[in-house]
Nanobody, 123 residues
Framework: VQLQACGGGLVQAGGSLRLSCAAS????????LGWFRQAPGKEREFVAA????????YYADSVKERFAISRDAALNTATLQMNSLKPEDTAIYYC?????????????????WGQGTLVTVSS
């Protein structure tokens, strides 16, 4: 599975950004897609995930009500719409594909990772 993430950038607090993750490859089916982030000096943490069908979603408490994850099954892409951004949302955001048949908040359940995309929120 190959994952290509894009959409990061610089935005002022209160603004919005949209991240996209495109999954390709033979083994890309039946996998949840998730977003994780790593802020400077901190460990990587879970942000949001969406099931293979696009029906189930998980969010970290810190982003619930502000972020929304969606999935286009035909294109096999996942989009993370980030609204009301805060300086503490500044991080490198990573797209990941879960082990087939799983959906989780746990990084260990994701075995395919894309390159990160930097999101910077200025105060």
């Amino acid at each position: 599975v190959q994952l290509q993430a894009c959409g990061g950038g610089l935005v002022q607090a209160g603004g919005s950004l949209r991240l996209s993750c495109a999954a390709s490859g033979r083994a890309s089916s039946n996998r949840a897609l998730g977003w994780f982030r790593q802020a400077p000096g901190k460990e990587r943490e879970f942000v949001a995930a969406i099931s293979w069908t696009g029906i189930g979603t998980y969010y970290a408490d810190s982003v619930k009500e502000r972020f929304a994850i969606s999935r286009d099954a035909a294109l096999n892409t996942a989009t993370l719409q980030m609204n009301s951004l805060k300086p503490e949302d500044t991080a490198i955001y990573y797209c990941a594909a879960s082990r087939p048949g799983f959906m989780s908040r746990m990084q260990a359940m994701y075995d395919q990772w894309g390159q990160g995309t930097l999101v910077t929120v200025s105060s």
